[in-house]
Structures are given as C-alpha cells and as structure tokens.
C-alpha cells in the first residue's frame, strides 16, 4: 500500500459550475477510486478559487460583500462534489485563513530565495482579462480586447515579479515527460522555445484588493498565481511543520487545456523556487461542445451538468462523460447521444444482464451465488488502459466484459440447460456460477466509474443467495 495524492483544478468561483468543472471531478475522482480499489492511501483535494477583481465586481454588482457572496457561489461547487459523488478528502477555499497564512509563507520563502522581485511594466491592459497582452498581441486585436469588446488601456504599474525564467530547462523537462497527453507538452515547449518568461505576481491594491495581502508591503495584492496555485499544497498543509510531505508530489493533477500553461509554466517555477518536486503527471482534458459548437452563454447552447444529474442521475452522468468524452480530446454531448448511450448501454446492456442474471438465478438454482472456477478475464488491457489514464478505453473494457456475459446468456441458454435431468442439473449450475462470478468481476471494474452502481451488483449477487435485483437503469423516454 503507498500514499496517492490527485488534485483538481480549483475554479474561480465567477459564476456556476459548468460541464469542464464537471469534468475536472470525474477524471480526478475515477483515479482516486481506481487506486482505492487497488489497496493505496488516497487523498483527493479540489477547492475554490475565491480572489479577484472580477469576483469583486460581481458582489458589488450584486450589492453583497465579497467574502458573502463567495460564501454563496462556493456552496454550489461542494454541492455539485456531492452530487456527482466524488470522493474528495480536502477541499481548499483560497479564502480561508489557514490557505492565506500558507500562501504568504510561501511568498516570503520565494522571496528569500531570492525570486521575487520589483519591476515596473508599461503595456496593453484589458480589465476584463486583468491582463496584460503584448503589443503584437494587442496590434492583432486591433487595440480592442476579442473577448470583452472593451478598448485595452494603456497601463504602467509596479508590480512584484517572479524569475520564473531562472527554471526554464527543468519547466522544458517536465513538459517533455509530465504533460498527459503528450501532444499538450508540446505545444508548451513551442511556447516556451525563447525561454520561459518571467511573471507578475502582484498588483497594486487600488486595481486589486480582494485577495491575500503581499507580505510587508501595504500597497501590493497577490495576483491570482501564488494565491490559486499554491492550493494544491496548502491542501497538504504546507509549509507547517507537520505538513503532509509523504503525500508530495502529486500523482497526477487533473485540469483543463485551457489553464495548462499556468500549471506547466509558473506553478513547476513556484515548486522549483520552494524546493519541491514536480507533479509527476498532468492529466489535461478537452472542452466538451454541445452538438458540435462550443458552449457559450450568448449562443444559449450551455449545458447545465445539475440538468443531466437531476433527470438521469449522477451514474448516468458519470457513465456518458467518462465513456463517451474522450479522455485526450475535445468531446461532444448532444441530448440524443446521452440517450442513446443511456437506453442502450445503461439499461438494456447493463440492466437487463443483472435482472435476467437475478431471475434466472431464482428458477433455475433456487438463488444460489456460487462462484465459478472457469470463469475468467484479462484484465490487462483494462489496467493499461487506466495506468496510461485512457479511461474512456478502460469503460469500454469493462463493457466488453458485459457484453461477454450477454453473449454466454445468448449461447448457452440456460432456460434450455434447465430442463431437468441429474447430468444437466450440474449443467444448469455451472453456468450460472459463470455469469455469478462474471458480474463480480464487472462490479470490480466498474467501481472507480460508477460507483453505486458497483455496489449494487455487489449486494445481488455478492451474498449468499440472490439478492432483490431492482432496475438498475429505467428506460427513459426518446
Ligand atoms: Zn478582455
């Protein structure tokens, strides 16, 4: 048994969790489970990104002060944790005084080291970004930022830097070996090919004040970097004395493509700086589009995760993302797919296998749950699959075991093996025992997927005699 430790990005908390949030929880949860099940320690922390002048802006809007109103909005993400039943062990609010005492530690140890230090930058800002873009950057947009249709301003402001440039070949090495998948690294050691670039980790407190104050210096305000990222081992308790450094690094950190730069530029610089080993992976997911178009809010085209959970349930939820997303890639969620994979693969492949299974078992051995010594699985693909975080592959082995096991009912035809003599009564047994074992293994598989589920099966068909077997999957309406 060793210490797993699996992070996911922590999500500022500007408005509801949506599907990418959703995602975030599942492949970090279906690993943690899936080492669980292996016999390993697991700690599994998410959080909430809680600074910010963009948060700010919203409580003000909504005539509520700040630390009420990410009271509020952090609530719905540990609701969502709950709904989607994943298992998380910490859970971190970049508001919480013990995360803002361990963050500005970490600030003075950086600083000690001699990495942080004052620069002035004069360029082009977007308030709604609260960033900076260079002046190629800002010619191409035509001065005018693409996201917020809002004229970029012209900006000069001190702010505290951090020599991230200083760890430019161990920040290439990482995104050669860490970057799951590959191609993702790549695009970072393209970004990176001129050297990796110094950032700014502060603001002054006129243009930022709701976050953790810079340490001995009244004008300055942590920039989300330090603040945000430094969760994932504040979480951990670092860098308190008895903090828990056996679970350090971490195994894998789940995010999305879309904040990969941060966690393989400057989060590996602020471990550097700090002494820290690097994560040994990152797992990077894609977006999911709705009918093939991006998801976005003036199109009207978002899909509310809660929707799915509330109609179908959180298995369902976890079945369609995790098997039909791909793991690697952009994916694509469309009412009519999810249906489809519900109607086909949930209830009928799955549910109709464990109600025939359970009846069956009632008439024709009198419920018995004997196990069986010819039934058996490789498994091996499965495993590969999960240690090379392919978990959309690793569902679909665990589906190939069902549809064996549909196919052995199909072939063998116990109902005809059952038509009694002294030799087919052994017969009869035989090959219920098989499908008995063959859907203790499937429950095995399937646990770090759908974990209730699993434990359902289980308990028909785990005990000494069947179990009542309720429909696991009703069919839902096209
Ligand atoms: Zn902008």
Redesign the pocket.
């Known amino acids: 048994m060793s210490k797993k430790y699996i992070t996911s990005a922590i999500p500022y908390v500007n408005a509801k969790p949506h599907i990418g949030h959703a995602m975030d929880y599942l492949l970090a949860d279906i690993w943690a489970r899936y080492q669980a099940g292996q016999g390993n320690e697991v700690r599994y922390s998410a959080g909430t990104d809680e600074h910010g002048t963009k948060v700010e802006q919203k409580a003000r809007e909504a005539d509520a002060e700040p630390q009420a109103y990410v009271d509020e909005l952090h609530k719905s993400f540990t609701s969502m944790v709950g709904h989607l039943n994943v298992s998380v062990t910490d859970f971190v609010r970049t508001t919480d005084t013990n995360h803002q005492r361990r963050v500005q530690e970490i600030w003075r140890k950086l600083d000690k080291a001699g990495l942080i230090y004052k620069d002035t930058y004069e360029g082009w800002y ?4 609260e ?1 900076f873009v260079t002046e190629t950057e800002a010619k191409n947009m035509n001065y005018t ?4 249709q ?1 004229p970029l301003e012209r900006l000069s402001e001190e702010n505290y830097y951090l020599r991230v440039s200083k760890f430019t070949d161990e920040i290439r090495r990482f995104n050669e070996t860490a970057i799951v998948p590959a191609f993702r690294g790549r695009e970072i050691l393209d970004l990176i090919k001129d050297g990796a670039q110094d950032v700014s980790i502060s603001r002054p407190k006129e243009k930022l004040s709701w976050g953790i104050a810079v340490p001995d210096d009244d004008s300055q305000v942590m920039y989300v970097w330090v603040d945000a990222l430094s969760n994932y081992i504040t979480a951990l308790g670092y860098p308190d004395k008895d903090w828990a450094a056996d679970f350090w690094p971490a195994d894998v950190e789940v995010i999305g493509k879309d904040i990969l730069r941060f966690h393989s530029i400057i989060w590996p610089a602020i471990l550097l700086g700090l002494g820290l080993k690097l994560p040994k992976k990152l797992l990077v997911h894609g977006f999911v589009n709705a009918d093939g178009v991006k998801m976005s809010k003036s199109i009207g085209n978002v899909i509310d995760p809660m929707e799915i959970i509330d109609q179908y349930g959180a298995e369902a939820f976890r079945y369609f993302f995790a098997r039909h997303i791909p793991t690697f890639d952009d994916g694509d969620f469309t009412w009519q797919k999810f249906l489809a994979a519900y109607n086909g693969e949930l209830a009928n492949d799955l549910g109709n296998l464990v109600s025939r299974t359970a009846n069956m078992l009632k008439r024709f051995v009198g419920g018995s749950t004997r196990v069986s010594e010819h039934f058996s699985w490789d498994s091996s693909s499965f495993n590969q699959f999960m240690a090379d975080f392919r978990f959309d592959m690793a569902l679909g082995e665990v589906w190939n075991l069902a549809q064996h096991l549909n196919q052995y009912i199909d072939e063998q035809k116990p109902w005809e093996v059952a038509k009694s003599t002294v030799k087919q009564s052994s017969d009869i047994t035989q090959v219920m025992s098989y499908l008995v074992s063959g859907l203790l293994e499937f429950s095995k598989l399937l646990t770090p997927f759908l974990p209730d589920t699993a434990a359902k099966i289980d308990q028909i068909f785990g005990g000494d005699s069947v179990g009542e077997a309720p429909i696991l999957f009703p069919k839902a309406e096209k």
């Open positions: 977007c308030v709604g970004c960033g930022c693409t996201s917020h809002k």
